[in-house]
């Protein structure tokens, strides 16, 4: 259904949220705009993760944008909380939530590349050991069920070790290039365009 709507676009080369370079876009806007369509995603993701009931007690969080309608959908099938993280200075950070009640946190994506957004719910929730060890993406675009943070790295704002299984939907591994790796035909694309 995503390919039918066109959530999967090939374009000329850009620079993604990662700091990756690729010539394939996953746009989910398409798939927001269909409110049905967005519900039945959600559906199908909580299925596939084995989840049915929860308490308010776990919260879906998305970082700002695209996490927020993902965790307010999955929250209002499951009965659990909803909150999402605003970007801050390379990080990101929870505001106006009390979140004292909440056993444990789930993050959410609907893209999912490199692992900066993770990183970033990760550091926003403090680093937290109520945070759930799998996170849910609507696109794993990353080639891996899993995805390790690791502390101290320029790009990463995580200041832990943690480890996530990655469930989703869409598994793709187009997870584009490093700039350094990135082929010259991509390259020479990428400065046309």
Same mark, same amino acid.
């Given at each position: 259904?995503?390919?039918?709507?066109?959530?999967?676009?090939?374009? +000329?080369?850009?620079?993604?949220?990662?700091?990756?370079?690729?010539?394939?876009?996953?746009?989910?806007?398409?798939?927001?705009?269909?409110?049905?369509?967005?519900?039945?995603?959600?559906?199908? /993701?909580?299925? !596939?993760?084995?989840?049915?009931?929860?308490?308010? !007690?776990?919260?879906?969080?998305? /970082?700002?944008?695209?996490?927020?309608?993902?965790?307010?959908?999955?929250?209002?099938?499951?009965?659990?909380?909803?909150?999402?993280?605003? !970007?801050?200075?390379?990080?990101?950070?929870? $505001?106006?939530?009390?979140?004292?009640?909440?056993?444990?946190?789930? +993050?959410? $994506?609907? $893209?999912?590349?490199?692992?900066?957004?993770?990183?970033?719910?990760?550091?926003?929730?403090?680093?937290?050991?109520?945070?759930?060890?799998?996170? /849910?993406?609507?696109?794993?675009?990353?080639?891996?069920?899993?995805?390790?943070?690791?502390?101290?790295?320029?790009?990463?704002?995580?200041?832990? /070790?943690?480890?996530?299984?990655?469930?989703?939907?869409?598994?793709?591994?187009?997870?584009?290039?490093?700039?350094?790796?990135? +082929?010259?035909?991509?390259? !020479?694309?990428?400065?046309?365009?």
């Amino acid at each position: 259904k995503f390919k039918e709507i066109g959530v999967r676009k090939e374009r +000329p080369p850009w620079t993604m949220a990662s700091g990756r370079i690729s010539d394939v876009e996953y746009d989910m806007w398409q798939l927001y705009m269909d409110a049905n369509l967005y519900a039945r995603a959600c559906t199908e /993701l909580l299925k !596939k993760a084995g989840v049915c009931i929860l308490d308010r !007690k776990t919260c879906f969080v998305g /970082l700002e944008r695209d996490g927020i309608a993902m965790a307010l959908e999955l929250a209002r099938q499951t009965g659990a909380s909803a909150a999402f993280a605003t !970007k801050k200075r390379g990080g990101a950070e929870i $505001v106006e939530f009390d979140l004292s009640s909440i056993e444990r946190f789930v +993050p959410v $994506v609907d $893209v999912h590349t490199a692992g900066t957004t993770y990183a970033r719910i990760y550091t926003a929730l403090g680093g937290s050991e109520r945070i759930a060890d799998t996170a /849910l993406a609507f696109v794993n675009r990353s080639g891996n069920d899993k995805f390790l943070t690791i502390p101290h790295l320029a790009d990463n704002p995580c200041r832990h /070790l943690a480890e996530w299984r990655i469930i989703a939907l869409v598994e793709t591994d187009e997870p584009g290039w490093e700039m350094k790796d990135c +082929p010259p035909h991509i390259l !020479k694309r990428m400065y046309i365009a």
